[in-house]
Structure formats: C-alpha cells, structure tokens
C-alpha cells in the first residue's frame, strides 16, 4: 500500500533560488546526508536533469533508483517518477516553490510524496523512513538554499 504525504516549510530565499538549488541533482550527495551518490544519466533540451541515478542510505544499508523528472509548464515546480529502484515500487513526487506574500525573498516551498517499498514493513518503520525523506527533503533543502544564500551575499 502506497504511503503519502504532503509538508511545508518557508526557506529565507526567492522561489528561483529554491528551484535552482533543488534542480541541481548532482550537488545532492554535498548536502543531504542519505544521499551517497547521484549522477545524471539524462538531461532535457534546457540542460536540466531529466534521469538521475541515486545511492542512498536506506534502512541500514545501501539502496538505488533512478527518478525521471518533469518540469510541466510551470518554471516553479519539479516533480518526478520512480523509473527503477531495488526496494522501492515507488516513489513519486512534487516540490512546488511559492513565494511568500508580502516577502518576495522567502519561499513556501511544498513537498508531495508518495512511496510504496518494495518490501512488506511494519507501519512505524514505514514512517521512519518515510520521515527521514521529508527531512532530508525539506530540512537539509532548507538549510542548505539559506546557507549559499548567505555565501553568495558574502561574495
């Protein structure tokens, strides 16, 4: 059975600069602890990473997928599909980044997943992991866009 999952934070940067950031599959492994590795193994006519291989830490050992993203019409939204993964059936999702009325510089940025593994687990560990993927999501997104967001006022 799928599990999913919608969550919110506002990260102190414009919308392009969420985008921009989350978009940049190949820095992944820089900032979000679970992530070992990723690498682009496709991208679409504007140079964006359309199929990305991912190595993750997962539940005490080392997981892969491949996640094909979509970027639709609106320049501020990414979504992407589970194409192959070893323990995972899928993993589907959506940021959308909004800005923040009334603070063009800061951001609502909203996390849609939904995953079902591959394997049967009980439900409080389903959550576990599927709360480990929100933070690193958001949490590490978050402070990772604020931290070069100051680097880049600093240059």
């Known amino acids: 059975m799928s599990e ?19 978009a940049d599959y190949g820095t992944y492994a820089d900032w979000a602890a679970d992530i070992k ?8 006519e504007f140079g964006r990473g359309n199929e990305v291989e991912f190595r993750a830490a997962a539940m005490g050992r080392s997981t892969h997928y491949v996640l094909r993203y979509n970027y639709g019409s609106n320049p501020l939204r990414i979504s992407w599909r589970l194409m192959q993964g070893d323990v995972m ?16 510089q800061s951001t609502q940025v909203t996390y849609d997943l939904n995953i079902d593994l591959a394997v049967p687990l009980p439900g409080f560990v389903k959550r576990r992991a599927e709360a480990k993927i929100i933070h690193t999501a958001l949490d590490e997104l978050k402070n990772r866009v604020e931290a070069q967001s100051v680097q880049d006022t600093l240059s």
Request: aromatic residues 6%; hydrophobic residues 30%.
């Open 4 to 22: 999913h999952t919608t969550q919110h934070i506002t990260i102190a940067a414009t919308p392009e600069r969420c985008f921009e950031l989350a």
């Open 37 to 44: 590795e990723s690498t682009i193994l496709t991208t679409d």
């Open 89 to 104: 059936q899928r993993l589907d999702g959506e940021y959308e980044f909004a800005p923040v009325d009334g603070d063009p």
